[in-house]
């Protein structure tokens, strides 16, 4: 993989990564309860690990890291 698609690979799954740390934060004030709240905010959370294990892939675990914190903090909390 070249360095353009490396890039382009990491944009991607850190948006991807927002975009699963967002709905799991709506998750969190949403109006599903109990069960149905906890599984849907789990499933996003293990989406973002899979996202995070192919940035490891891609640029190593501390570069990846850094990635996943910046995501998170772009949106919101």
């Not at 190593?60 to 919101?76: D, I, L, P």
Request: charge should be negative; hydrophobic fraction near 45%.
């Amino acid at each position: 993989m070249d360095m353009t698609n490396n890039k382009s690979e990491v944009a991607r799954l850190k948006q991807q990564i927002a975009e699963e740390y967002a709905a799991a934060q709506a998750g969190l004030s949403g109006l599903a309860v109990g069960v149905a709240r906890h599984q849907f905010i789990t499933a996003r959370m293990e989406r973002i690990q899979a996202y995070h294990h192919n940035l490891q892939l891609l640029v190593g675990e501390q570069e990846a890291m850094q990635v996943v914190q910046q995501a998170m903090e772009e949106t919101g909390e």
